[in-house]
């Protein structure tokens, strides 16, 4: 009992001079890959789609741990897609498309932040100011894209596009709900204040209706604008019915 005691003592001294938490369990919702390995281990992940992929960050580390992927990697914005184009130039298996994705196919107007990562497509499914310059491109949806490349089956998808996700959903409609698509990843405003991104319950009641649910909520920020201890946005996760129900009993 002693010995027990010692090590529990140990522990709670570690962590909190770490400032960490000591499991031998693995806490869900720190790490997709870590998760999707542990939970979804027969889970093959051979085509990505990374929309709104600004300069390649998220699919460069993707292309890191699973190497045999094949990443598509969609940047609308001239400047930030040429600069996507040069930092994968290198890396075999990431196919680079100046694309926009959304609910329709046709033309856009893209608003330009000063950062590049906070551009977004104005219309639909934007609620943000109109004070940005701006560049026209061109718009598709991920089911005719899907359709003109012959991909029946995309393994991962994430969506990160400054408030357009629910369009971009939308425009996946067939490939959802023929749950031809296993993992989306999108990105999620956390309280009401946050008018940029698209609030979470939208895009739950949306992917719930298509017969997605709600894998883990990874990346979260607090409201650092104001300063507030609650979330701002989150990165949630859905897998689909189908490759749930092939996983059951997953440790």
């Not at 993707?62 to 598509?72: K, Q, W």
């Not at 067939?174 to 008018?195: C, F, H, K």
Request: hydrophobic share 35%; glycine share 8%; proline share 3%.
């Amino acid at each position: 009992m002693a010995e027990v005691n010692l090590k529990r003592l140990l522990k709670t001294r570690l962590e909190t001079i770490s400032q960490t938490q000591i499991s031998r369990n693995a806490h869900q919702g720190i790490n997709v890959f870590h998760d999707m390995k542990r939970l979804l281990p027969e889970h093959i992940v051979d085509v990505v789609f990374d929309v709104g992929a600004n300069i390649g960050q998220w699919s460069e580390e993707l292309a890191f741990r699973l190497p045999e992927s094949r990443i598509y990697a969609f940047e609308p914005v001239s400047a930030t897609f040429r600069e996507l184009r040069r930092n994968t130039a290198r890396i075999e298996g990431i196919i680079c498309e100046q694309l926009a994705l959304g609910s329709d196919v046709g033309r856009g107007e893209m608003a330009l932040e000063a950062d590049s990562d906070m551009c977004y497509l104005r219309g639909k499914g934007s609620t943000c100011g109109d004070g940005a310059r701006s560049e026209y491109v061109e718009v598709g949806t991920i089911d005719e894209f899907c359709h003109s490349r012959d991909i029946e089956h995309i393994a991962y998808l994430k969506i990160d596009t400054e408030g357009g996700d629910l369009e971009v959903l939308r425009g996946a409609a067939r490939m959802l709900e023929t749950q031809s698509i296993d993992l989306v990843q999108v990105e999620a405003g956390m309280n009401p204040s946050n008018t940029r991104h698209v609030p979470f319950e939208l895009l739950k009641e949306l992917l719930q209706s298509k017969g997605y649910f709600l894998f883990g909520i990874y990346e979260q920020v607090r409201e650092w604008p104001e300063g507030k201890p609650y979330l701002r946005r989150a990165n949630p996760v859905f897998v689909s019915k189908t490759l749930g129900n092939s996983c059951v009993g997953a440790k």
